[in-house]
C-alpha cells in the first residue's frame, strides 16, 4: 500500500524554525521527483518546494527562497523541509507529494499525497 506520512509540524514563533518529514512506504521515493505544497485557511494549494535527482532539478517558490531547503534521504525514503527564519504568512498545512517531475520553474502534476501537517507560526 502506498503511503506518504508527514510530521514535524507544530507551533512556532516568528523567526523559529521546523524540520518537516515526509516518509514514504509501499514504493521507493528514490524513483520519483518529491514536492512539498501548503495550504493556508481561505487559499488554494501552492507548491513550495520540490526536487528530483540533480541540483538544477530543484524548485523554491519565491517567498521561501533562502529560508527552506528540501533534501531527501533515500536510505530513509524520507524526504526533508527544513524550514527556516518563519514567517506568519508561512503558517499553513503542508503536504508532500509526488510529483511527475520537478524542473526550476516548478512541480509537474501530482501524484500521491499525504495527509498534511499543520505548520503554525505565531508569538
Known amino acids: 500500500q502506498v503511503q506518504l506520512v508527514e510530521s514535524g509540524g507544530g507551533l512556532v514563533q516568528p523567526g523559529g524554525s521546523l524540520t518537516l518529514s515526509c516518509t514514504a512506504s509501499g514504493f521507493s521515493l528514490e524513483h520519483y521527483a518529491m514536492g512539498w505544497f501548503r495550504q493556508a485557511p481561505g487559499k488554494e494549494r501552492e507548491g513550495v518546494s520540490c526536487?528530483?535527482?540533480?541540483?538544477?532539478?530543484?524548485y523554491y517558490r519565491d517567498s521561501v527562497k533562502g529560508r527552506f531547503t528540501i533534501s531527501r534521504d533515500n536510505a530513509k525514503n524520507t524526504v526533508y523541509l527544513q524550514m527556516n527564519s518563519l514567517k506568519p504568512e508561512d503558517t499553513a498545512v503542508y503536504y508532500c507529494?509526488?510529483?511527475?517531475?520537478?524542473?526550476?520553474?516548478?512541480?509537474?502534476?501530482?501524484?500521491?499525497w499525504g495527509q498534511g501537517t499543520q505548520v503554525t507560526v505565531s508569538s
Open positions: 507529494a509526488t510529483v511527475d517531475y520537478c524542473s526550476a520553474s516548478g512541480p509537474g502534476s501530482t501524484n500521491w
Open positions: 526536487n528530483w535527482i540533480h541540483d538544477s532539478d530543484t
